[in-house]
């Protein structure tokens, strides 16, 4: 059975960066696409970007341009996002997930990132 | 962008009884049109992708209908486990883009 398993949280001060993990667990990931998402406390879901391992390809919300980067590493089935100059507004749990073309339906458990000084 | 809006943001009915979510999007999605479940704590569950389709291991009395601009999310008969939130989310090409509407919250 697949997985896809995150790191652990992180805290952050403004201006800094984080580099969140995202493993698959049970098969290659070059199949499918691997996306991140994030859900700021009490609030919705927002899409951010995400790579097809198999391409190195990547594609970024607009919003997010430039502050972000999705990389994959097909040898060890892990892909990750690096967001920088955080601010407090960045405060979220953190999704990695997967499209097979059937909808996102390989959530990882969230990484929870928390933005203070 | 298009822009996902769900209505209502709250529902409140009693186990066995039926739910309808509508999620409404700002230009045609085609059927590419995805609905979730979100309950506290949790990563959220695929019920529903391309408007219509159960996921893997969805019960039957979830459905999902509609295309281009309406959709529906209807839970014939409620359980206690199905009080939760729920969110639509679409998926568009050229460039890959993705979005969710805000959020259904369906309560006792």
């Known amino acids: 059975q697949v997985h896809l398993v995150q790191s652990g949280a992180e805290v952050k001060r403004p201006g800094s960066s984080v580099k969140v993990s995202c493993r698959a667990s049970?098969?290659?990931?070059?199949?499918?696409?691997i996306n991140w998402v994030r859900q700021a406390p009490g609030q919705g879901f927002e899409w951010m970007g995400g790579i097809i391992p198999m391409f190195g390809t990547t594609n970024y919300a607009q919003k997010f341009q430039g502050r972000i980067n999705i990389t994959a590493d097909e040898y060890t089935n892990t892909a990750y996002m690096q967001l920088s100059s955080l601010r407090p507004g960045d405060t979220a749990v953190y999704y990695c997930?997967?499209?097979?073309?059937?909808?996102?339906?390989?959530w990882g458990q969230g990484t929870t990132v928390t933005v203070s000084s | 962008e298009i822009v996902l809006t769900q209505s209502p943001a709250t529902l409140s009915l009693s186990p066995g009884e039926r739910a309808t979510l509508s999620c409404r999007a700002s230009?045609?999605?085609?059927?590419?049109l995805a609905w979730y479940q979100q309950k506290p704590g949790q990563a959220p569950r695929l019920l529903i992708y391309?408007?219509?389709n159960r996921a893997t291991g969805i019960p039957a009395r979830f459905s999902g209908s509609g295309s281009g601009t309406d959709f529906t999310l209807t839970i014939s008969s409620l359980e206690p486990e199905d009080f939760a939130v729920y969110y639509c989310q679409q998926r568009s090409d050229w460039p890959t883009m993705y979005s969710f509407g805000q959020g259904t919250k369906l309560e006792i």
């Open positions: 997930v997967r499209d097979e073309g059937r909808g996102l339906d390989l």
């Open positions: 049970g098969e290659s990931f070059t199949a499918y696409d």
């Open positions: 391309d408007a219509s």
């Open positions: 230009q045609s999605v085609r059927s590419y």
